[in-house]
């Protein structure tokens, strides 16, 4: 019975943990157009009306996260078709976004966590990055300087403090 409670205490300890260092992610629509916002691994893909915000939760330990915006799309039900940023046809991105896309790239740490804006495969909506106690990055046209141009740009990564709990990506800002 004891390694029970003791296998119980665990597991709510990790969800605690888990969840105590899970990132808050904003994504607001600006742009006088529909913007399809799409994020992987974690949050999927939806319509965004020009106005219109989506909050979604990236749990610590995630790497290689990007969100990007979709343009030109036409949904029937989670398939369809976007003319840029698709993601082989699903609203509900798994996979990541064909070009050109402009990426909000992120990793969330246990400690520290790391963004940037990336136009290394192509611009299609402009877009700014921020995190609650790190720079505003923003890229409105394809040579944007907060943003990699090329992969070998080493000097746009920007870190924030871990469990800061408030980033904010905007279409259009």
Known sequence: ????S???????????????????FRVTNRCGYTVWPAATP???????NSGDTWTFTVPAGTNGGRVWGRTGCSFNGNSGRCSSGDCGGALS????GQPPLTLAEFTIGNGQDFYDISVIDGFNVPLSFSCSNGPNLVCRADRCPD????????????????????YQITFCP
Request: proline share 2%; glycine share 10%; charged share 5%.
């Open 147 to 166: 943003a990699y141009l090329f992969p070998s740009d080493n000097t746009k990564n920007h870190a924030c403090n871990g469990n800061n709990n408030g």
């Open 1 to 4: 019975m004891a390694s029970s």
């Open 6 to 24: 003791s296998s119980t205490l665990f597991v709510f300890l990790a969800i605690f943990v888990a969840s105590a260092n899970a990132a808050t």
């Open 93 to 96: 991105c798994r996979l990541s």
């Open 42 to 48: 974690v949050g999927g893909g939806r319509q965004l």
